[in-house]
């Protein structure tokens, strides 16, 4: 069920000197980090794996409340067959070792995507591990595996009409937005992502609307607190607007009374 305590961040705006709530991160660059060291691409995985741990502790210590890593796409199984099933491997042999080290910090763990193409025995582990870790709350962090934008949109479209089939063509973007696989966390403040490529790749389509885009050449396995302090001083530059004018947005942020006003007009009338 959704968590109701989280409006979309395109209807308030959040103060951009404080920590983000949510970063997503694009974890790229493991191939190209392993090439230059004459390695066989799967090193950079192994490598990537010591990145996490690191920016699982750095967002912790940063105030971030929520952490998505995108660790295999939909259009990951077109790879070689050895490099998918090694990053299979390497998600079990990774899940079993940290589970209780996540539980000990206070982390809650859940996967998005679509994990009806995975194997039982890895199923059971992650969903172990959610029910583990269900009421901690000193960190949510989310691993996207075999988790696709598209596909995310379709499986909470077909949910919602499943739930109501009497209705045709009122639904709301809450009500769509309450089936997306995220639904238990705020909107991304910041994306960022790694190893030079500046797409998005079927993340999180819905939500990634007005987050703040950072891009970076940094390597998954090289992106250390450095790196991630970098990204965060870039959205602490932002000005985030959702439409409204820079003069509103500053009036606003010196005027409680005006932030409250500018709300209530929220993106054209609608919610
Ligand atoms: C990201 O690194 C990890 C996964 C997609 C699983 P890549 O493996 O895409 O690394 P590059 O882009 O080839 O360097
Ligand atoms: C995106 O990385 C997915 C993950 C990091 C898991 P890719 O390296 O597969 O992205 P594209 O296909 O090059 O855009
Ligand atoms: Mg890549």
Redesign the pocket.
Known sequence: MADRNFTSSTREIPDVSAAPRHIAI???GNGRWARKRFMPRVAGHGRGVEAVRNVIRGCMERGVSHLTL????S??WRRPADEVSFLMQLFMRSLQKEVDRLHQNGIRFRVIGDLSRFEAPLVEMIRNAERVTADNDKLTLTV?ANYGGRWDIMQAVNRMLAKHPERRDDFTEEELAAELSLNYGPEPDLFIRT?G?K?I?N?LLWQLAYTELYFTDVLWPDFDDAALDEAIRSYQSRERRFGRTSEQVQAAAKDPKAQAESRSRRSGGHA
């Open positions: 694009i974890m790229d995108f660790a295999f796409s259009e990951n996207a190893g490529e797409r790749s993340f």
